[in-house]
């Protein structure tokens, strides 16, 4: 080989650590300087890969063998090599807090598992979002980044590399704060008249700011984000409730969302002891809407001589014994 083309091939190498917070740092630029689609959907794709082997570097410290995937196949010439097949997500959560005995807060939690689950969108299906929704969860993703890595890392022993990245990071951090703090600021004013109107204000299933009205226009003034009432109750209890439809339909469990007795919109969802449509804004007590012993369907519950029926099945045994006459 020539002097010339050794002189080209240079060795790349990052710790895993490294890797991860290289990720993350670079994760962060295309939000802060470009508003170019096609970047932001690496930036996503990024900050989730970087988090991964963030979390896999922490429970590296606990044991090398709990980030094999099947620990009993774990061997240090697979880890020195790469040659493995890495545990999953979920996995390493599971081993972190019952293993290595790490908490992590059910917000930090539910931040990075939406970033996830917006990776998975981009891998699998399609991509859609809006550069402010991203740059507000990602704001929320960095400040649980920084918590975990000063509860459960010393970056001071790492390399100087990694260092010099948490750094990097920690500077770019401070713009999204600043960004977050600023339009919530100026939102301040808009959502104190809604408050007065007595408008139910609600977490955005998309930014996660506390910045969605529940009113006829049922959009976030934080990101914009709206979609049909049915499309944005399904959201909030998957993204704020973090109760997955498929999870508890397969488990055999129950997805608070019903079809509501005014509108008749899947709408209707179960809130702090008691029911807000998204679809008509009609609100009930806890105690003002039943299940209905025939069709199971929720109704109001007008007196006290209600017999357990909604209007419709009212109806219907009403024709049917007016048949016997």
Request: hydrophobic share 35%; net charge negative.
């Amino acid at each position: 080989m020539k002097d010339s083309q050794k002189k080209r091939i240079r060795k790349i190498e990052f710790d895993l650590l490294e890797n991860g917070l290289d990720f993350i740092n670079n994760s962060l630029n295309p939000i802060l300087e470009s508003n170019n689609e096609h970047e932001l959907k690496y930036s996503i794709l990024h900050i989730s890969a970087g988090l991964e082997l963030l979390l896999k570097e922490i429970l590296r410290n606990e044991h090398w063998s709990l980030i094999f995937e099947k620990v009993d196949s774990a061997n240090l010439n697979s880890l020195l090599t790469g040659d493995f097949l890495s545990a999953s997500f979920e996995t390493i959560l599971n081993r972190l807090e019952k293993i290595a005995e790490i908490q992590i807060s059910e917000d930090a939690k539910k931040y990075i598992r939406d970033i996830r689950k917006k990776r998975n969108r981009i891998e699998h299906f399609a991509f859609q979002e809006n550069d402010v929704a991203i740059k507000s969860i990602v704001s929320n993703v960095l400040s649980n980044i920084h918590e975990i890595i000063r509860e459960n890392l010393d970056i001071k022993e790492y390399s100087d590399k990694s260092q010099d990245l948490y750094k990097e990071i920690l500077k770019k951090s401070t713009r999204f704060e600043e960004f977050t703090s600023l339009l919530n600021s100026n939102l301040k004013s808009d959502l104190d008249k809604l408050k007065l109107q007595k408008v139910k204000i609600l977490d955005c299933p998309e930014c996660f700011q506390h910045t969605l009205p529940i009113d006829e226009n049922l959009k976030c003034l934080f990101c914009g984000y709206t979609d049909s009432p049915e499309n944005v109750a399904h959201a909030y209890i998957e993204n704020i409730r973090e109760i997955s439809e498929y999870e508890e339909i397969k488990d055999g469990g129950y997805f608070p969302l019903e079809d509501c007795p005014n509108c008749r919109a899947r709408a209707l969802l179960i809130h702090e002891n008691s029911f807000i449509c998204f679809s008509c804004i009609e609100a009930w007590n806890s105690d003002e809407l039943r299940a209905c012993d025939w069709c199971n369907e929720l109704y109001e519950a007008k007196d006290d001589h209600d017999i357990g029926m909604c209007d419709d099945c009212r109806e219907r045994k009403m024709e049917e014994f007016g048949e016997f006459d």
